[in-house]
């Protein structure tokens, strides 16, 4: 099962998204800082995380949320979960 993912940086504006069959290890590997893409803007908090029963459809649904209109729906999500966040 592959698993496609939305993460965001608690302390600049960015937002992540991919897939992956080891979710765990691999937002270890963003917070760790031993992802190039994302080294800079760690840490990050998991904001979406959608499962999917095989590659192909993980990565369709991987290049929706990258899409404009996704990232707009991941930005909402973040800002509602930072609201969250901060209130903790």
């Keep these: 099962m592959m698993v496609v993912y939305a993460i965001a940086s608690i302390e600049h504006n ?3 998204v ?5 979710l765990e290890n ?4 963003h917070n ?4 190039r893409t994302t080294r800079f803007y760690a840490p990050f908090k998991t ?3 959608e499962e999917c ?6 990565r369709v649904r991987e290049k929706y949320w990258k899409s404009g209109v996704g ?9 509602k979960k930072m609201l969250e ?3 903790w």
Aim: charged share 40%; proline share 0%.
């Design 14 to 16: 960015y937002i992540y």
């Design 18 to 22: 991919g897939m992956t069959n080891n």
């Design 26 to 29: 691999r937002l270890a590997r």
């Design 32 to 35: 760790g800082g031993r992802e």
């Design 47 to 49: 904001i979406y995380i």
């Design 53 to 58: 029963s095989d590659r192909e459809f993980a």
């Design 71 to 79: 990232k707009e729906r991941l930005r909402e999500l973040r800002n």
């Design 85 to 87: 966040w901060r209130n």
